[in-house]
């Protein structure tokens, strides 16, 4: 199976900082690659898909580039709201797969 | 759009269970359904699909030969028969919806429901 990897495991910011989040596969998974936001109590938030597309009401804040194996969602400016656990998702292959998730934490 | 869970109780190692999902607010239909699950203290893991008109499915490798997918689309329900079940199948358990009637992403969760397998 396609082995996600998110880097780092903790992000440590203060709201109006910009947030980088990585996620690296095993292999190739071309653009097949989703983001998901999960908060404590909430169900999980498709954020981007395809790397790159916004969800619908997503804010513009959030954005998804890469291909391959490398992927990244950039927060350009942390609301209050979006401390939470973002996990990414490849639907390349079966079986469909998720990183082990990013949180990123009030500094 | 509204996704309810139910069916999670405490089972035995070995023992078997059904959860439910009953769908609202979409078409339920014209598009795939998933089972994903997370472990206390974990992150999130797929556990299986079915498309829009059950013809197939997939499951996850530490499901598979145990769980079964299954849908009523005349009563807008998703199911999942677990069987033999393993204290590692501990996890709440959510259904979610895909963005589409083949295999794409989740866009709308249940709040999910707890399975505790434990003797």
């Known amino acids: 199976e396609i082995v996600l990897t998110q880097s780092p495991v903790t992000l440590s910011l203060s709201p109006g900082e910009r947030a980088t989040l990585s996620c690296r596969a095993s292999q190739s998974v071309g653009s097949y690659l989703g983001w998901y936001q999960r908060k404590p109590g909430q169900a999980p938030r498709l954020l981007i898909y395809?790397?790159?597309n916004r969800a619908t009401g997503i804010p513009a804040r959030f954005s998804g580039s890469g291909s391959g194996t490398d992927f990244t969602l950039t927060i350009s400016s942390l609301e209050p709201e979006d401390f939470a656990v973002y996990y990414c998702q490849q639907r390349y292959d079966w079986p469909w797969t998720f990183g082990q998730g990013t949180k990123v934490e009030v500094k | 759009v509204q996704l309810v869970e139910s069916g999670g109780v405490v089972v035995q190692p070995g023992g078997s269970l059904r959860l439910s999902c009953a769908a609202s607010g979409f078409i339920f239909d014209d598009y795939s359904m998933h089972w994903v699950r997370q472990a206390p203290g974990k992150g999130l893991e797929w556990v299986s699909v079915?498309?829009?008109?059950?013809?197939?499915?997939y499951y996850a490798d530490s499901v598979k030969g145990r769980f079964t997918i299954s849908r009523d689309n005349s009563k807008n329900s998703l199911y999942l028969q677990m069987n033999s079940l393993k204290t590692e199948d501990t996890a709440l358990y959510f259904c979610a919806k895909d963005i589409s009637a083949g295999y794409r992403y989740l866009d709308h969760w249940g709040q999910g429901t707890l399975v505790t397998v434990s003797s």
């Open positions: 395809d790397a790159s």
């Open positions: 079915i498309t829009w008109d059950g013809d197939s499915t």
